[in-house]
Nanobody, 122 residues
């Protein structure tokens, strides 16, 4: 059974940074396509960044140049480094995994974490 667990959320002021981690249990992380999504109140869940099994990466336009997705192999975790945070980044952030490339298609992912809250104040 595949289990996904996020951590690292919190409250910061605009311009600050946070580092989110996603731990995957039950399978070797390198065998999965993985992504970060976020959902703000009243909005649909949207893709933030995704990474393929070969390491290729795609970012949402709204976070390019500010967020970095990577695999932390010593910890076998998926990382989202968020810099220069803005109030509009406030959302619940979710880690998702799939056995095939899904890009930002929500319904394509088969496993989701419970989410970690990120709040950015002005």
């Amino acid at each position: 059974q595949l289990q996904v667990v996020e951590s690292g959320g919190g409250s910061v002021q605009a311009g600050g940074s946070l580092r989110l981690s996603c731990a995957v249990f039950g399978v070797t992380p390198s065998n999965l396509y993985m992504a970060w999504f976020r959902q703000a109140p009243g909005k649909e869940r949207e893709g933030v960044a995704n990474i393929h099994s070969d390491g290729s990466i795609t970012y949402a336009d709204s976070v390019k140049g500010r967020f970095t997705i990577s695999r932390d192999y010593p910890e076998t975790s998926l990382i989202l480094q968020m810099n220069r945070l803005k109030p509009e980044d406030t959302a619940m952030y979710y880690c998702a995994a799939a056995w095939r490339q899904c890009d930002f298609l929500r319904d394509c992912y088969t496993n989701w974490g419970q989410g970690t809250q990120v709040t950015v104040s002005s």
